[in-house]
T-cell receptor, first 113, second 117 residues
Framework: KAGVTQTPRYLIKTRGQQVTLSCSPISGHRSVSWYQQTPGQGLQFLFEYFSETQRNKGNFPGRFSGRQFSNSRSEMNVSTLELGDSALYLC????????????FGDGTRLSIL | AQTVTQSQPEMSVQEAETVTLSCTYDTSENNYYLFWYKQPPSRQMILVIRQEAYKQQNATENRFSVNFQKAAKSFSLKISDSQLGDTAMYFCAFMKLENTGGFKTIFGAGTRLFVKA
């Protein structure tokens, strides 16, 4: 069974640009969560999607958005990039969270110049 | 708001010995889940062990076990017979179900563990 796939693995952007990251969950998993990992702030929850609906959102500005498609694949978008958005973005999928464990992808390393 | 505290930024242990990583959390919830995740230099987060708050019995997974003290809000991880491959960043995490039906996971700052040969 294939694991969680995140693309691209690395991305370099400049301030003011926008970026879209992709996450393909494990087959059969309907819940997808996104996290931002930085040395200063650690791992922070961005949002969680289930059956194309955002169920929960962390404390991030509106520049961070996401969506989930009918095949459970999810995308995360960051607009008007800032230097502080440089981070490792991790995606995790689960059958439905809670009592089911989350499986993480390898992440997308985003660098803002 | 829930918080998760890992008070040991870095630890080291000799191969084959036992090490305990500490984690405390703060919540007013009664039903929740606790996890330990491992993140090796390859950066993929791997679930080590999981505990449901309503279960009094401590979870174990081979060489990994937890000491869950619900009243004290403590959730430590014990690694027995440490192996070189256990070298990684370890994160303690708290998850609760939200009113929306979804869930939110709060992670601690992590403990970097070095296993020495």
């Amino acid at each position: 069974k294939a694991g969680v796939t995140q693309t691209p693995r690395y991305l370099i952007k400049t301030r003011g640009q926008q970026v879209t990251l992709s996450c393909s969950p494990i087959s059969g998993h309907r819940s997808v969560s996104w996290y931002q990992q930085t040395p200063g702030q650690g791992l922070q929850f961005l949002f969680e999607y289930f059956s194309e609906t955002q169920r929960n959102k962390g404390n991030f500005p509106g520049r961070f958005s996401g969506r989930q498609f009918s095949n459970s694949r999810s995308e995360m978008n960051v607009s008007t990039l800032e230097l502080g958005d440089s981070a490792l973005y991790l995606c995790a999928s689960s059958l439905d969270g809670g009592r089911y464990p989350q499986h993480f992808g390898d992440g997308t390393r985003l660098s803002i110049l | 708001a829930q918080t998760v505290t890992q008070s040991q930024p870095e630890m080291s242990v000799q191969e084959a010995e036992t090490v305990t990583l500490s984690c405390t959390y703060d919540t007013s919830e009664n039903n929740y889940y606790l996890f330990w995740y491992k993140q090796p230099p390859s950066r993929q987060m791997i679930l080590v062990i999981r505990q449901e708050a309503y279960k009094q019995q401590n979870a174990t997974e081979n060489r990994f076990s937890v000491n869950f003290q619900k009243a004290a809000k403590s959730f430590s991880l014990k690694i027995s017979d440490s192996q070189l491959g256990d070298t990684a960043m370890y994160f303690c995490a708290f998850m609760k179900l939200e009113n929306t039906g979804g869930f939110k996971t709060i992670f601690g700052a992590g403990t970097r563990l070095f296993v020495k040969a």
